[in-house]
């Protein structure tokens, strides 16, 4: 298993923790068989998949990759706004 797979893993796991893995199945429209492998880093999720979960659970794709620390698919990434965005959010209009 790589470390990426280790990222993806962790992450789907804290997200459908409180759910039996029928209900995420089911949420998910996959076999049981198919949200196991995901889950326990055996298999990648398509990215039919991963659009499916964001959707789904309100997180970035980019959060489940490990790419992104935000959860939220709606989180401001302060890091890429320009002067002039953060003026604009910061002025009264």
Partial sequence: MT???DVISSRLNELFAGETDYMTAS???????NLNKIRNGK??????TLKL????Y????????GIKEHR???ALDLTT???EQVFSLISPK
């Fill in 3 to 5: 470390e990426f797979n």
């Fill in 53 to 56: 979960i964001s959707e789904k």
């Fill in 72 to 74: 939220d698919i709606n």
């Fill in 27 to 33: 949420k998910l429209n996959m076999s049981l068989a």
């Fill in 43 to 48: 298999q990648q999720p398509t990215a039919e």
């Fill in 81 to 83: 706004l320009t002067y």
């Fill in 58 to 65: 309100n997180v970035s794709v980019d959060w489940i990759l």
